[in-house]
C-alpha cells in the first residue's frame, strides 16, 4: 500500500458539534431544540440521521436554562428602573430633589448591573460554544444531563427499528425526515419462478426463500458490496401514526405518551411477509458524509410475489447545515478582540435586554401554557373519548436545520456516488442471493440492464433555507440566498 501524509478531514461528529455550539449561540434555535427534544408530546421523534440527539438536548436545556435566568434577573431589575422612573417623576413634581438624585443613582445602578447579567451571560454562552465546537471531549459529556425519561427516549432513537408517520406524509412517502426525494421507481419485476441449470445438466431444485431472508441478506452484506464503510442498514416498520395503538403494549405501551421506537423484531418482520393497514417494512440504507454533511439515504422493500421479485426503491438526500449554525467558527477567542466584541455586545443589548425581558418571559410562558392546555385537550379526548390520535413524526430536526444553498461540488457528486453505488451494491447482492437458491438470473440479466440506466439528480426541491423564527416556530424564506457566516453568527442571542 502506498504511504502519504494525512490531510485534514472533518471529525465524524462534526455536524452534532456545530449544532451543540449553535444552541448557545441562538436563542430561538436554542427553545426550538429543547422542545422538539426534551418537551412533552405525544408523537414520535424524527430520526437522528447523524445528529447525536442526546448531546444536543443536553445542550439546548442548558442554553435555555442560562438565557431564562438571564431575563428572570433583568426582569426584576426592569421593576427597579421604573420604580426609580416613577420616583425621579413624583421627587420632581414634588420639588425634592433628595429622592429624585437618589433614584437617579438606582437607575444607573441598574443600568451597569444589567450591563454585567448582559456580559457575563454571553460570555459562558460564548465559552460553551467554543467548548462544544472545539474540545476534544464528546460533546454529551459537556453539558449536564436532562430528565431520566428524556434521556432513554434519546438513547432509545440510536437504533430504531419503527418509525410512526404523520398521516398527511401518506400522500407522499413514509420516510419523514429523511429529506428531499431524489427517486422514487418499482424497478422492473424479475421472474424466480424458474430454476438455474446444474452443472451436470438438468435443473436444480430452488431453495426456498421469503422477503426476510432477502432483506436479511441485504442488510449483512451490502456494506462489502457497495464499498461504502459505515453504511447504516437496518429494517424499520413504517407505520402510520393512527395505526400504532392497534400495534399493542408493545409498541404503545402508554396512550397518553410517545410510542417506542425499539419494538419486538418479529412485528418487523411481519410488516415484510403480511404488511398491515398502513403499516410496511422497508430496509432502510443511510450513509453519512464526511463530517455529517450530507447524509443520503436508499429505502428498499421486496415485492416478493409468486413467480416474479419487484424491488420498491426511494432515495432521499439532506444537504448540509444552514450557515446560521456556524457562528461558532467566526467567534473571537482571545486577547483584546474578544474582549472588546464582549464589551460591545453588552453595551448593545443592555437597554433592549432590560426592557424587553418582562415581555420575553411573558411570551414564554403563554407558549408554555398554551402547549400544555392542548396537550391535555388532547390527553383527555384519548382517555375519555378514545380518540383515534395520529403519533406520526413530520419530520427530523436534522431535515429543518439543512439549507441547499450550502450543498457544494464535493457533497454533490460524493451523494451521486453513493446513490450509485447503492444501486449497483443492490443489484449484485440480488443476484448473488438468487444464485445461491438456484434460480435462474437471466431475467434478472435483463432488469438490470434497464435499471442500471437511471441517474440520480441531487439538487433538492428547496430554493431557501429554512428559519426558525421567536418561539421555534418555523418558517421557509424561498427564493432567497443563504445567510452568510458572518451573519449568521450574530455574536449570539438577540434579546
Known amino acids: 500500500m502506498r504511504h502519504v501524509p494525512n490531510l485534514p478531514t472533518y471529525d465524524k461528529d462534526a455536524t452534532t458539534r456545530l449544532l451543540c455550539s449553535s444552541v448557545h449561540l441562538d436563542d430561538a434555535f436554542a427553545r426550538y431544540a429543547h422542545q422538539e427534544l426534551s418537551g412533552d408530546r405525544l408523537t414520535a421523534t424524527g430520526l437522528p440521521l447523524g445528529v447525536n440527539l442526546l448531546a444536543l438536548a443536553r445542550h439546548a436545556s442548558l442554553a435555555t436554562a442560562r438565557t431564562d435566568l438571564r431575563d428572570r434577573r433583568l426582569a426584576w431589575l426592569c421593576a427597579v428602573w421604573w420604580l426609580a422612573v416613577l420616583t425621579v417623576i413624583g421627587g420632581l413634581a414634588a420639588g425634592s430633589t433628595g429622592p429624585a438624585e437618589l433614584a437617579v443613582v438606582v437607575l444607573l445602578a441598574v443600568l451597569g448591573c444589567s450591563w454585567y447579567l448582559m456580559h457575563r451571560t454571553e460570555s459562558r454562552a460564548r465559552a460553551a460554544a467554543l467548548d462544544a465546537r472545539y474540545s476534544t471531549a464528546r460533546p454529551q459529556d459537556l453539558a449536564p444531563e436532562v430528565a431520566d425519561g428524556t434521556e432513554q427516549r434519546l438513547r432509545g432513537l440510536r437504533r430504531p427499528n419503527m418509525v410512526p408517520y404523520t398521516q398527511s406524509a401518506e400522500r407522499q412517502n413514509p420516510f419523514v425526515g429523511s429529506g428531499d426525494r431524489i427517486k422514487e421507481t418499482v424497478w422492473q419485476p424479475i421472474d424466480i419462478s424458474r430454476p438455474a441449470d446444474a452443472p451436470g445438466g438438468g435443473k436444480e431444485t430452488l431453495i426456498p426463500f421469503d422477503a426476510v431472508d432477502l432483506h436479511t441478506y441485504l442488510a449483512r452484506e451490502l456494506g462489502n458490496l457497495a464499498g461504502l464503510e459505515g453504511l447504516r442498514a ?102 483584546l478582540e474578544r474582549w472588546w466584541s464582549l464589551v460591545r455586545f453588552a453595551t448593545s443589548h443592555t437597554w433592549s435586554g432590560l426592557i424587553g425581558a418582562p415581555g420575553r418571559i411573558g411570551r414564554r410562558n403563554a407558549e408554555r401554557r398554551r402547549r400544555a392546555r392542548e396537550l391535555e385537550k388532547v390527553r383527555k379526548d384519548i382517555s375519555k373519548r378514545h380518540l383515534l390520535y395520529d403519533y406520526g413524526s413530520t419530520d427530523s430536526l436534522r431535515e429543518r436545520v439543512a439549507s441547499w444553498d450550502q450543498l457544494g461540488h464535493s457533497e454533490r457528486t460524493d451523494s451521486q456516488d453513493f446513490l450509485h453505488r447503492l444501486q449497483q451494491g443492490v443489484l449484485i447482492a440480488t443476484e448473488r442471493f438468487l444464485k445461491a437458491h438456484n434460480v435462474d438470473t437471466s431475467s434478472f440479466d435483463q432488469a438490470q440492464q434497464v435499471i442500471t440506466t437511471q441517474t440520480y439528480n441531487i439538487s433538492g426541491d428547496i430554493t431557501g433555507p429554512a428559519n426558525i423564527g421567536s418561539n421555534g416556530q418555523i418558517s421557509a424564506s424561498f427564493g432567497q440566498g443563504a445567510q452568510t457566516p458572518a451573519a449568521a453568527s450574530g455574536g449570539g442571542p438577540t434579546p
Open 234 to 335: 437496518q429494517n424499520r416498520l413504517y407505520v402510520l401514526g393512527p395505526q400504532v395503538v392497534y400495534l399493542g403494549d408493545d409498541v404503545l405501551p402508554d396512550r397518553l405518551r410517545p410510542p417506542n421506537t425499539e419494538i419486538p423484531p418479529p412485528l418487523v418482520k411481519a410488516g415484510l411477509l403480511k404488511p398491515g393497514a398502513g403499516m410496511r417494512t422497508y430496509l432502510s440504507l443511510e450513509r453519512v458524509g464526511e463530517g455529517g454533511r450530507v447524509i443520503v439515504s436508499m429505502h428498499l422493500r421486496a415485492r416478493l410475489q409468486h413467480p416474479s421479485l419487484s424491488w420498491e426503491v426511494a432515495a432521499y438526500c439532506i444537504p448540509p447545515l444552514h450557515a446560521r449554525h456556524y457562528g461558532a467558527d467566526y467567534l473571537p477567542r482571545d486577547g
